[in-house]
């Protein structure tokens, strides 16, 4: 007997992949412990960021998945979270350097999950990111409430990604401030 898929839903919203750099090496040189305890302190740091609706959808290896409703609060928080990320790292000499992609769009979803093309756009944007850096798509651009003057968006041009059929318009986002 198969099991029949759930009914698909549709939901518009922020998709964001966040990656830590060097993890594999951290692991091999520290050990399971460390790097245990580096996931840890990603998950910490970013479950007290979230703003209401968003959430953590899943853990990725070294990586999370993460769901906001609006486009403000999701480059807002992306841009705090890196800013925690590096206080940390300077506070305690852990390496916490993280990578974050984020683009708008209307992925379906699937129980707890989200799936389809806009969840593969965001895990193509997050691995141009450099550590520390966030990337955003042009549609999260697109779908800001509200102006954001205190941030800066630098273009990166139409990009190339892997399995995809057309270049994604990229924008590097930094604070002003």
Partial sequence: M?????????????????????????NALCGDAEALELLATQERIVTAALPGGARIVKELGDGLLLWFPGACDALETTLALQERFEAVSTDTGIPLWVRIGVHWGQPSRRRDDIVGHD???????????????VIASESLLH??????PEIDFSELGP???KGLPDAVRLYRATRTW
């Fill in 2 to 26: 198969s099991v029949a898929p759930p009914a698909l839903e549709v939901v518009t919203g922020a998709v964001v992949f966040t990656d830590i750099v060097g993890f594999t090496e951290y």
């Fill in 119 to 133: 969840v593969n756009v965001a895990s193509r944007i997050v691995h141009i990111a450099g550590p520390g850096e």
């Fill in 143 to 148: 779908a800001l409430e509200h102006p954001l």
């Fill in 159 to 161: 990009v190339v990604m």
